[in-house]
């Protein structure tokens, strides 16, 4: 546990980290796709969404490891929700995000069907009384949709000019390094935000809903904030898509697999959850932008929710 007089110092190395890595991995992968000739859509949702995610892992399955499944639980459904306000909302803010058919078709979609899972396994104690059930259930779909991503990969990808190995294994390195750099900064980050809000006396499942929730997406803030300014929209949104669609299928699976989530319990939140990404269907639109207005509304609509999680909850 990190000292109260050290939080703060340990806030700001976190964030420099998050930055630095993030813009690290995006050059990284926009390069590594043109390279390969694979659309950076298919490596941000894959890659780049797994790499994003790592925190949420660290944390949700460390937290039920630890048999606290208030902050297993509600660090992912609060980190889904941010991802797809906070983040995307942030990130249309600095430049409005260029939305692709795939993304409506096929990215979208599956995101949608991760969540409206979620919803009904919980409904029904798949994430509880039956948790080895839907645990097995959620990675099963986890690797339909992995598999289902490299042939996309594979049936995308076009012809390149012939590219000196060394300069495509660079930008290779430069996705891990920036990975490893978004991960660590994302740890600090968290580490010093929930010794801060423990020390301000913080209940335990608002903190994971609100600030852990926060500071695991700060990564795809960090990443698709950049990716959006260097006008990489398909990284801007593959990043979260194929964020929530890891936090829901792989780490809440997993997580299944140690304790009962007490999803039942909270299945209106998973209710919230579900209504926010049927809204995004709209703002999501083929052929349009994910304008700076659109950006402000899920903003507002963002901190209306925290405002509530911490006043009602």
């Known amino acids: 546990m990190i000292p109260i007089i050290l939080a703060l ?4 190395v976190g964030v420099f980290l998050l930055w630095k890595g993030s813009d690290i991995l995006v050059e990284g992968t926009s390069k590594t796709a043109i390279h390969l000739g694979v659309s950076s859509l298919i490596i941000s949702v894959i890659i780049v969404g797994f790499g994003t995610s790592a925190p949420e892992f ?12 208030d902050i297993s639980l509600g660090n992912i459904v609060g980190s889904c929700i941010a991802n797809l306000f906070l983040v995307l ?3 249309s803010i600095i430049r409005p995000i260029n939305i692709k058919k795939n993304v409506i078709r096929r990215e979208f979609l599956i995101m ?3 969540t409206l899972i979620l919803f009904i396994s919980a409904y029904f104690g798949l994430l509880d009384e039956y948790r080895w059930f839907g645990g097995i259930i959620f990675l099963i779909f986890f690797v339909i949709f992995v598999i289902f991503f490299i042939m996309c990969a594979k049936n995308e990808r076009v012809k390149q000019k012939e590219v000196a190995f060394n300069k495509t294994r660079k930008h290779i390195i430069f996705i891990v ?3 490893i750099g978004v991960i660590a900064g994302a740890w600090l980050l968290i580490e010093s935000a929930v010794v801060i809000a423990d020390f301000l006396g913080i209940p335990t499942f608002v903190i994971a809903l609100s600030l852990v929730a926060v500071g695991t997406s700060v990564p795809e803030l960090v990443v698709s904030s950049m990716a959006s300014y260097k006008k990489e929209s398909d990284i801007a ?5 194929g964020s929530n669609v890891f936090n829901i299928l792989l780490i809440l699976g997993f997580a299944a697999l140690f304790i009962p989530l007490k999803a039942t319990i909270y299945v209106d939140h998973l209710l919230i959850l579900l209504g926010v990404t049927i809204f995004m269907f709209p703002i999501l639109d083929i052929g349009k932008l994910i304008s700076r207005k659109k950006g402000i509304i899920m903003l507002i609509i963002y901190f209306i929710y925290l405002w509530y999680i911490f006043f009602y909850l």
Do not use: E, R
């Open 177 to 179: 390094l920036g990975i």
């Open 112 to 114: 949608l069907g991760a």
């Open 9 to 12: 110092p340990v806030f700001i």
């Open 58 to 69: 660290a944390i949700s399955v460390g937290a039920a490891i630890q048999n606290n499944s």
């Open 89 to 91: 909302g942030i990130a």
């Open 237 to 241: 949104v593959g990043n979260v898509l």
